[in-house]
């Protein structure tokens, strides 16, 4: 039976994962810290078959829990939140400048 993270490795990578070679660099710390996930999960950039692929892990860094698709960006986690803020500051203001001629 295959796991979450080899069906999603073989979907998004075409690549058949193999968790040791994935774990064993971010244990050495020769991968990079891209991310801290929900769930005390964290988001590794790894080098990977020639390639780098993005995984998410438990925080042990014992368990591949998923493979991310390459266009998974954090920036874009990033531009979200910016936008939400910006919706919200937006919102602030058009409801205080109603209670500006109540003076």
Known sequence: MDSHAHDRARERHGIALRPWTILRPIQKGEAKLVDYGEQERLIYDVPYE??????????EL???ISVLPPKFARDARKQVFREQCHKARRRKHEFFRGFEGDE
């Open 50 to 59: 020639g390639t780098t692929v993005r995984v998410v892990v438990n925080k």
């Open 62 to 64: 014992t368990w591949v």
